[in-house]
């Protein structure tokens, strides 16, 4: 078990990449905090985790707000101990792909609050505990909307913007004590139109949608995660 005895915090765990995250890491031997906006949320994958022989906890909270994320370190530390591995994987693209100039703001505040002020706040709860305690991971979830115009202009802005945060973070004297990993993930480009590419192109996409909805790519981006927890610098994941 490559997590063995490891504490693992991860947000956005009520399904997709955050759910078959959770499960991976618990069967690799950590013990989760699943982080949901609810517990309800996120109780089936606890549920899951201890049905194995694992241990997790549920914790709901809101991640754009500091006092949550300071509950979510305090509650982590007190059930299962000082968190090894954060993994900042809530996500939210309220934005219905629409036109730069027909964003609604509040539509548009909530997605810059959830990708990256979200991971910002829980880094500033859990890392100091990290380097109290001798080290740590921390990984974000950014997208290839990073890099090319492939969602909405909250979401790309935003995400492209976690990557620097996360560059930063790298390269603080505090974070010197910690690796920090960046993971690209290729979920972000499901879904785009696909009328303009050659029929080839377009079934093998439809190929790689079928693969991620059979969790088969979730697990393996769950799975470069416990790879490579410890071994800081950055991870591009693409299709």
């Given at each position: 078990m490559r997590l063995k005895d490891k504490v693992a915090i991860i947000t956005g765990t009520a399904g997709g990449m955050g759910e078959a995250s959770a499960l991976l890491f618990a069967a690799e031997g950590a013990k989760v905090a699943c982080v949901d906006l609810t517990?309800?949320?996120?109780?089936?994958?606890?549920?899951?985790?201890?049905?194995?022989?694992?241990?997790a906890i549920a914790i709901g909270?809101?991640?754009?707000?500091?006092?949550?994320?300071?509950?979510?370190?305090a509650r982590t530390i007190a059930e299962l101990?000082?968190?090894?591995?954060?993994?900042?994987?809530a996500g939210a693209d309220t934005e219905n792909k629409q036109s730069i100039l027909n964003i609604d703001e509040a539509?548009?505040?909530?997605?810059?609050?959830?990708?990256?002020?979200?991971?910002w706040l829980m880094i500033k709860a859990v890392a100091p505990h990290m380097i109290e305690?001798?080290?740590?991971?921390?990984?974000?979830?950014?997208?290839?909307?990073?890099?090319?115009?492939a969602s909405s202009a909250g979401y790309s802005?935003?995400?492209?913007?976690?990557?620097?945060?996360t560059r930063i973070a790298a390269v603080l004297p505090e974070g010197g004590v910690f690796g920090v990993l960046l993971a690209y993930s290729?979920?972000?480009?499901?879904?785009?139109?696909?009328?303009?590419?050659?029929?080839?192109?377009?079934e093998r996409?439809?190929?790689?949608?079928?693969?991620?909805?059979?969790?088969?790519?979730?697990?393996?981006?769950?799975?470069?995660g416990v790879w490579d927890w410890e071994e800081g610098g950055s991870i591009r994941l693409e299709g």
């Open positions: 517990e309800e949320r996120t109780a089936h994958v606890v549920e899951k985790i201890r049905a194995a022989g694992g241990e909270a809101d991640v754009t707000r500091f006092a949550d994320a300071e509950r979510i370190a101990g000082v968190p090894n591995i954060l993994f900042n994987n539509a548009f505040d909530r997605v810059v609050e959830v990708n990256l002020k979200g991971p305690n001798g080290g740590g991971s921390i990984i974000n979830t950014t997208s290839i909307s990073s890099y090319i115009a802005a935003s995400k492209a913007g976690l990557a620097a945060l290729v979920l972000a480009v499901l879904g785009l139109g696909l009328g303009a590419w050659s029929d080839d192109a377009r996409f439809s190929l790689l949608r079928a693969s991620c909805e059979r969790m088969d790519l979730l697990m393996e981006h769950g799975a470069l």
